[in-house]
C-alpha cells in the first residue's frame, strides 16, 4: 500500500507539471499528416473591396475579426490548412496581425509586422482552419494599447493542406 | 519530334489539360503507340484516301513514324492533290463521364492562299456507334481552334463547312468540352477533304485522351537551398534583363536545382533589389491567367523577400508579372530561391 501510494503521488505531480507546461506555451494539438493541393493563386480578401464578409472595411486596432475562406477560390470545405500571402496595406500605426483558425484560442504568435511607414508589406504563411458560423480564419489586429490606427488587409491563396 | 517548321510565327498553345491543383483521370487515352492495339481505323468516304501511309497492313497503315509528339508513333493524313473525303475513327465508343473533355495534339498544313482555303480537316463525334457523325468543332474550348470555311467553290467533298484550316505552324492541341454529351457513348474521328489540284503537309495527331479532372495532392520534397533565377546576373532565361514595369516574364523552374519537370509547385524565397519605383510582383503557373493575387509588395531602393509556394506550369515555368503605377518606367531586379517542392 505505501509503496502504490508513493506511485500515485509521483504520477499526479508529473501530471501537474504538465498541465502548468501546457497553460504556457498555449495549447496546440497536432493533426495529420495532411497531403498538398495547389490552386491558381488566388484572392480570397481584401478589406479595400465593397464592405462585406471578405471585403471592407480595413481591420481596427486590437479587434479581431473572422472571415469565411473554405468554399472560395478552388478550395474545398474540407481543406484543413491553407498556404496564405498575407498583405497589410495602407496602416495609420504600426503593429503585427495574428492569424489563427476561427473558432479556437487567439495565440501569440503573429505572422506579419509593419511600421506606419510601410505602404504595403507581405509575407507567406501556411495557417490552420477553424469553423466559427460561416467562418474559417480570424485576424486579430495588434496595435499600441490605445490605439485607434486601422490597416487593410489582403490574403491571397496558392494552395491548402487537406 | 514537336518542333515548330521553320520560320513558324507563334502557334495556338497547347492547353493545360486540367486546372491547377487537379490531374487527369483518362476514360480513353491512346498514344498511338501500338499499331495493333485495334483502337482506330479508316474510312474513305469518297474520291483518295488519305491516311494509309504507314509501312503496316490495313488497319496498322495509319500508323506513321518520324513526326510524334510523343513516342514514334502518330497519325498522318496526306492532303493530296486529289479529290478525296476520308477518315481515321474510334473503333468503339466510350461512355462519356460527367466533366469530361477531349484533347488531342496535332500539326497541320492544308493548301491554302491567303485569301481561300482548298483543303481541311474536322472533328466529328458519333453517338449511335459510328452510323451518324455531327461536326465538334462548337465543343473546342481552348487550344487552337477551327481557322475558316473550307471553300466550295472547288471540288472539295467539305466544301462549305468550318475546319482546322491552313497552317499550325508545328504541333499544337485542341480542347473539346464534352459536358453536352455527359452519360452517352461517344466516338470520334478525324475527317480530311481535299480538292482536285495542289498538296500539303496534311494532318498530324497523336496522344488522343478523354478525361475528366480531379484533385491530385502532392508530397513535399526538401531541397537544399538553391537560387533559381536572378535578373542581376548576365542575360538569359534565368538571369537579367530586370524586370520592367506592368510586364511580365517567364522563368524555367522544373529542371533546375534539383526540382522535377514533374514538381506540381515549389516552395521559394522571393526577393526584390534595386526597385526604381513601387510596386508589387504576381508569381503564378507560366501559361495560365494572370491572377488578381500578389507575392511581394515594394517600395523603391528597399531590398525586401517573402516566402511563397507557387504551381509551376506545365512547362515547369513560373510567370511574374511586375506591377507598378501606370505609366512607370520603373524596373526591379528579382531573384528566388527554392528549399523544396511538392509533387
Keep these: ?162 | 519530334m514537336s518542333s515548330p517548321w521553320p520560320c513558324a510565327p507563334a502557334q495556338a498553345a497547347a492547353p493545360p489539360l486540367c486546372p491547377v491543383g487537379q490531374a487527369p483521370q483518362n476514360a480513353f487515352f491512346d498514344t498511338l503507340e501500338n499499331p495493333a492495339s485495334g483502337n482506330w481505323t479508316s474510312a474513305t468516304l469518297s474520291g483518295v484516301n488519305h491516311w494509309d501511309l504507314g509501312a503496316g497492313t490495313p488497319p496498322a497503315d495509319i500508323y506513321w513514324s518520324g513526326f510524334a509528339t510523343s513516342g514514334v508513333y502518330s497519325f498522318w493524313g496526306y492532303n493530296y492533290d486529289f479529290v478525296g473525303d476520308s477518315a481515321v475513327a474510334m473503333t468503339a465508343s466510350v461512355a462519356v463521364p460527367a466533366g469530361a473533355r477531349l484533347q488531342f495534339s496535332h500539326a497541320y498544313g492544308f493548301e491554302n492562299d491567303p485569301a481561300t482555303f482548298y483543303d481541311g480537316g474536322v472533328l466529328e463525334y458519333s453517338t449511335d456507334g459510328g452510323s451518324a457523325w455531327t461536326d465538334a468543332g462548337s465543343l473546342i474550348s481552348a487550344g487552337a481552334g477551327y481557322g475558316g470555311v473550307i471553300s466550295a467553290t472547288y471540288t472539295n467533298p467539305l466544301g462549305g463547312r468550318n475546319a482546322f484550316v491552313g497552317e499550325s505552324w508545328g504541333y499544337t492541341a485542341s480542347q473539346l468540352n464534352l459536358a453536352s454529351l455527359a452519360g452517352q457513348n461517344v466516338r470520334f474521328r478525324f475527317r480530311i477533304g481535299t480538292d482536285d489540284a495542289f498538296d500539303d503537309y496534311g494532318w498530324f495527331v497523336d496522344d488522343v485522351r478523354l478525361y475528366t479532372c480531379a484533385a491530385a495532392s502532392s508530397k513535399f520534397y526538401t531541397l537544399g537551398p538553391c537560387r533559381v533565377g536572378d535578373t542581376r546576373n548576365p542575360t538569359g532565361p534565368s538571369g537579367g534583363p530586370a524586370l520592367g514595369a506592368n510586364t511580365t516574364r517567364t522563368f524555367p523552374v522544373g529542371g533546375l536545382c534539383g526540382v522535377p519537370y514533374t514538381a506540381k509547385a515549389v516552395a521559394i524565397n522571393v526577393t526584390v533589389v534595386n526597385e526604381s519605383d513601387y510596386g508589387n510582383l504576381r508569381l503564378y503557373a507560366a501559361g495560365g491567367a494572370l491572377p488578381g493575387a500578389s507575392t511581394i509588395n515594394f517600395t523603391a531602393s528597399k531590398v525586401r523577400a517573402n516566402n511563397a509556394v507557387i504551381p509551376l506550369g506545365t512547362g515547369g515555368e513560373i510567370g511574374v508579372r511586375c506591377d507598378m503605377p501606370p505609366g512607370s518606367t520603373g524596373q526591379t531586379d528579382f531573384l528566388f530561391d527554392v528549399t523544396g517542392y511538392f509533387e
Design chain 1, 1 to 162: 500500500m505505501a509503496s502504490g501510494a508513493s506511485r500515485n503521488f509521483v504520477g499526479v505531480g508529473l501530471l501537474a507539471l504538465a498541465v502548468a507546461a501546457v497553460g504556457l506555451v498555449s495549447p496546440a494539438e497536432a493533426a495529420g499528416p495532411y497531403s498538398f493541393y495547389s490552386v491558381s493563386p488566388c484572392r480570397v480578401v481584401d478589406t479595400r473591396w465593397a464592405a462585406g464578409p471578405t471585403g471592407g472595411p480595413a481591420l481596427n486596432a486590437n479587434a479581431s475579426r473572422s472571415f469565411p475562406i473554405l468554399g472560395a477560390c478552388g478550395i474545398p470545405a474540407t481543406a484543413k490548412a491553407v498556404v496564405f500571402n498575407t498583405t497589410i496595406a495602407s496602416p495609420t500605426d504600426y503593429g503585427d496581425l495574428r492569424l489563427y483558425p476561427a473558432g479556437t484560442t487567439m495565440p501569440l504568435a503573429s505572422v506579419i509586422n509593419w511600421v506606419t511607414s510601410d505602404s504595403a508589406l507581405a509575407n507567406g504563411a501556411i495557417v490552420p482552419v477553424g469553423l466559427s458560423g460561416a467562418n474559417h480564419l480570424s485576424v486579430m489586429c495588434d496595435m499600441p494599447a490605445g490605439s485607434t490606427g486601422k490597416v487593410h488587409l489582403i490574403l491571397d491563396v496558392t494552395g491548402y493542406f487537406e
